[in-house]
Nanobody, 123 residues
């Protein structure tokens, strides 16, 4: 099993950048597909980005494509989400998600979740 802990959230002005990190415990992290989801108040949790176990394949929601970049460092058991050109509509709690089998993506959530980190973008 893997335990996930997010960090890096905060308050930023529109147009700014943040980098989220998700630290994983467990020796099998390198075999997990990983992803980021977000949930704004009153809305359902939505897919943001995903990366396969090797880092060779990534997927993005249309709303963040070209602005966000997902990456992973298997040696450090960490997955990152670099967020640039942030918009007020990116405000949400961001959750790290992982799974040893499923290919995480829109409509496909893995079994393991972090506790979430708040991102607030002011206009």
């Amino acid at each position: 099993q893997v335990q996930l802990v997010e960090s890096g959230g905060g308050l930023v002005q529109a147009g700014g950048s943040l980098r989220l990190s998700c630290a994983a415990s467990g020796r099998t992290f390198s075999s997990y597909a990983m992803g980021w989801f977000r949930q704004a108040p009153g809305k359902e949790r939505e897919f943001v980005a995903a990366i396969n176990w090797s880092g060779s394949s990534t997927r993005y929601a249309d709303s963040v494509k070209g602005r966000f970049t997902i990456s992973r460092g298997n040696a450090k058991n960490t997955v990152y989400l670099q967020m640039n050109s942030l918009k007020p509509e990116d405000t949400a709690v961001y959750y790290c998600n992982g799974d040893p089998i499923l290919q995480i993506g829109p409509g496909v959530k893995g079994d393991y979740w972090g506790q979430g980190t708040q991102v607030t973008v002011s206009s």
